[in-house]
């Protein structure tokens, strides 16, 4: 069996053995949970990221639970209906697909819907768009105190937004597009609208995560403050997340 070292801060190992202790185990044997959590799948999904496949089988409340909905839908659609939710005759269709069992026409029932995006990639979109904030305020304080990044690093630090061609990005860009329908996010705006509307052309997660993770050291290695600009990060932090854009394998290629 291989054995792993790694380093970390003092009160990183006494939190880790105080929850290990809570869970009534070694601190190495908490610790190996979680990597096998992180890389022994329980299960494997059953489809990649996209649209939602159609079930095999439902049970038969669900059924009657759908098929009842729509036959009230089909009921109370104006005559001259044509739109996403079809017409009277259109619904009754779906009810009898359902009454029936015709499984091979269950499909009706999921067109349109994605895969679920997953609250750990909910939490992964709210972190990065709350990085390049902090990144945007930042870059904006340092100019005004007459100290601004030259436009290489400042482009860099943008929010191109997310590849629409690959599943789980364009599911991301489509959260993102919700998060920011009542002005939120707003002063990130003018970095999708420079960058093709927040298409970023090219799968950008990884490098994100790069990025949110030297943030996360940056930030955990700070004292608390309490001032209105604690939060604001240094040009010589800033220079740190963007080179953290480069995969490691690259970066001394990178540099010469």
Known sequence: MAVLNIRVEDRVRDQLKEMADDEGVTLSE???????EAVVPVYEREVKHGDEPAPESMRIVD????????????????EDANHTDGDLEYQLMRASI??????????????????????????????????????????????????PVDEELAYKLEFHGFDHNDALEGHMASYVDFLMRDDRWTELKPHLERNDNGNSHA?????????????????DSRDRGHGRHSYLLAQEELERIAAARIHPSNRRNSEN
């Not at 908490?30 to 096998?36: A, G, H, K």
């Open 30 to 36: 908490f610790v190996r949970d979680l990597l096998m």
């Open 203 to 219: 799968r950008v997660l990884d490098t994100y995560l790069r990025m949110l993770a030297e943030y996360r050291r940056i930030m």
């Open 98 to 147: 359902l009454e029936a069992g015709f499984t091979g026409e269950y499909w009706y029932e999921v067109a349109g819907f994605n895969t679920e995006l997953s609250k750990r990639d909910c939490g992964r979109v709210s972190d990065i768009l709350q990085m390049f904030r902090v990144i945007t305020f930042s870059i904006d304080q340092l100019s005004k105190d007459g100290t």
């Open 63 to 78: 059924r009657q639970v759908l098929s009842l909905l729509h036959r009230i839908l089909a009921r109370v659609l104006p």
